[in-house]
């Protein structure tokens, strides 16, 4: 079965830290790029980050663009979101997903990029207080 696990969401206050996980399995990782999603109460989900380890590229939305990082354990089949100096507009739903496109660095950063993944994970909540 295929599967994504996105773990580590939390509570933390402004300008604090926390790092994401997201574990896959059930295909083969080096094939898909790994997606970070977003989705904060009453708005649309929002593609954030991206890495496709086939050939080193990343994205990051302008509004984490310096303060998240995204890196990759291939071993692990596991990628990482290192989410630094938090804000309360952070507060969202975290979604992985995986897609398998060659554009897929390219194509999440535009809104129609959540219907063409080909796997998703579940959420993990992060909240940031003020």
């Known amino acids: 079965d295929v599967q994504l696990q996105a773990s580590g969401g939390g509570l933390v ?11 896959a399995s059930g295909f083969t990782f080096d094939d ?14 929002e593609g954030i980050s991206c890495i496709k380890g086939s050939d ?17 354990d291939n071993a692990k089949n596991t ?3 290192q989410m630094n100096n938090l804000i309360p507009e952070d507060t969202a739903v975290y979604y992985c997903a995986a ?8 194509v999440i950063r535009h809104s129609s990029s959540v ?6 994970g579940q959420g993990t909540l992060v909240t940031v207080s003020s």
């Open 13 to 23: 206050q402004a300008g604090g830290s926390l790092r994401l996980s997201c574990a």
């Open 99 to 106: 897609d398998s496109s060659p554009l897929a660095c390219k």
């Open 56 to 72: 080193n590229e990343i994205y990051y939305s302008d509004s984490v663009k310096g303060r998240f990082t995204i890196s990759s």
């Open 79 to 81: 990628v990482y979101l």
């Open 32 to 45: 898909y790029a790994i997606n970070w999603f977003r989705q904060a109460p009453g708005k649309e989900r």
């Open 115 to 120: 219907h063409v993944q080909d796997y998703w």
